[in-house]
Nanobody, 129 residues
Framework: QVQLVESGGGLVQAGDSLRLSCAAS????????MGWFRQAPGKEREFVAV????????YYADFVAGRFTISRDNTKNTVYLQMNNLKPEDTAVYYC??????????????????????WGQGTQVTVSS
C-alpha cells in the first residue's frame, strides 16, 4: 500500500512558477513509477508527466511544452513537479499518482488513469491572467 500526499499548490499569476511535491509512504517507493495528472473544472482528468522508478526516463504531455519538469528523490520518498511559465489554462487540481506496473511502455499506457493504482488527494493550482 502506498499513500501519497501532495503539497505546493496555490494561487499565482501567469508567467510565475510553482513546485509541487508528493510525499509517499512505504518502503518500496523506489520501485514505483510516479506521475502527475490534473483535472480542471468540467474537464476530464489528463496526464501531465511520469518518471520511471529509476528516474532515468521521463515522459510529458504535449501541452507541457518544456515548461514542466518531473523529478524524484528516492532517499526522501518524494516526487516533484516544477512548473514554470504557468498559464491560466494550467489551473486545475493536480494529483500525484503511482504504479508498479511492468513494463510501463507506450504513451497510451502512461497517459491512461487506469494504469495508476494509487492517487493522492490533490492540490489546487490556480493561475490568474
Amino acid at each position: 500500500q502506498v499513500q501519497l500526499v501532495e503539497s505546493g499548490g496555490g494561487l499565482v499569476q501567469a508567467g510565475d512558477s510553482l513546485r509541487l511535491s508528493c510525499a509517499a509512504s512505504g518502503r518500496t517507493f523506489s520501485s514505483y513509477h510516479m506521475g502527475w495528472f490534473r483535472q480542471a473544472p468540467g474537464k476530464e482528468r489528463e496526464f501531465v508527466a511520469v518518471i520511471v522508478w529509476s528516474g532515468i526516463s521521463r515522459y510529458y504531455a504535449d501541452f507541457v511544452a518544456g515548461r514542466f519538469t518531473i523529478s524524484r528523490d528516492n532517499t526522501k520518498n518524494t516526487v516533484y513537479l516544477q512548473m514554470n511559465n504557468l498559464k491560466p489554462e494550467d489551473t486545475a487540481v493536480y494529483y500525484c499518482v503511482a504504479t508498479n506496473a511492468r513494463p510501463l511502455q507506450g504513451m497510451a499506457v502512461m497517459q491512461s488513469h487506469r494504469t495508476y493504482d494509487y492517487w493522492g488527494q490533490g492540490t489546487q493550482v490556480t493561475v490568474s491572467s
